[in-house]
T-cell receptor
Framework: KNQVEQSPQSLIILEGKNCTLQ??????????LRWYKQDTGRGPVSLTI?????NTKSNGRYTATLDADTKQSSLHITASQLSDSASYIC?????????????FGSGTRLSIRP | NAGVTQTPKFQVLKTGQSMTLQCAQD?????MYWYRQDPGMGLRLIYY???????DKGEVPNGYNVSRLNKREFSLRLESAAPSQTSVYFC??????????????FGDGTRLSIL
């Protein structure tokens, strides 16, 4: 069972529309959760990071939410643009007493149609 | 700033051949990482280097070796390539180590096919 699950696996929307991507995690001890954007043929690029005490964080048209009690996060994209077509990856960072671990979700592939 | 540079971008090997994937970063980062990305799966950590002179195994280290040549460079070697190692390989770096909230910076990947 994946420790960081993302849904949907893929999504197609029309340009200008909004969408929300989901991330559920089962792992602990949680330190922070980060959303990355990965364009086709490129490496992932960080969009936003959320720590345990943060509920909402925005980066332009991207708004991430976090509910640490239910272990759920979402990434909302407003007024989508063709350049938003990419995979979006949820990443959970765990911190133990003397080590840390980074766990990647498998991503949501978003396609924006004109 | 080039960030994280990976070479080569593409490579086709025959089973049993060896090769080294190169990675260099110009951000003076301490930590460097090698991941593989396969369809339908999240990135999986192969090896990492928390600082110059140290390397540690990640989640899927079998069949790979690494060298942290200096602070800038971290190479990944396949000694005897197998078809199961067909994947896209990403190198990443981060300013500090295990307790950092700083993001990882990724290269654009090496697409490797083993025939």
């Amino acid at each position: 069972k994946n420790q960081v699950e993302q849904s949907p696996q893929s999504l197609i929307i029309l340009e200008g529309k909004n969408c929300t991507l989901q991330c559920n995690y089962t792992v602990s001890p949680f330190s922070n959760l980060r959303w990355y954007k990965q364009d086709t043929g490129r490496g992932p690029v960080s969009l936003t990071i959320m720590t345990f005490s943060e509920n909402t964080k925005s980066n332009g048209r991207y708004t991430a939410t976090l509910d640490a009690d239910t272990k759920q996060s979402s990434l909302h994209i407003t007024a989508s643009q063709l350049s938003d077509s990419a995979s979006y990856i949820c990443v959970v960072n765990l911190v133990y007493s003397s080590a840390s671990k980074i766990i990647f979700g498998s991503g949501t592939r978003l396609s924006i149609r004109p | 700033n080039a960030g994280v540079t990976q070479t080569p971008k593409f490579q086709v090997l025959k089973t049993g051949q060896s090769m080294t994937l190169q990675c260099a970063q110009d951000m003076n980062h301490n930590s460097m990482y090698w991941y593989r990305q396969d369809p339908g799966m999240g990135l999986r950590l192969i090896y990492y280097s928390a600082s110059e002179g140290t390397t540690d195994k990640g989640e899927v280290p079998n069949g790979y070796n690494v060298s942290r040549l200096n602070k800038r460079e971290f190479s990944l070697r396949l000694e005897s390539a197998a078809p199961s190692q067909t994947s896209v390989y990403f190198c990443a770096s981060r300013t500090t180590g295990m307790f950092s909230n700083q993001p990882q910076h990724f290269g654009d990947g090496t697409r490797l096919s083993i025939l």
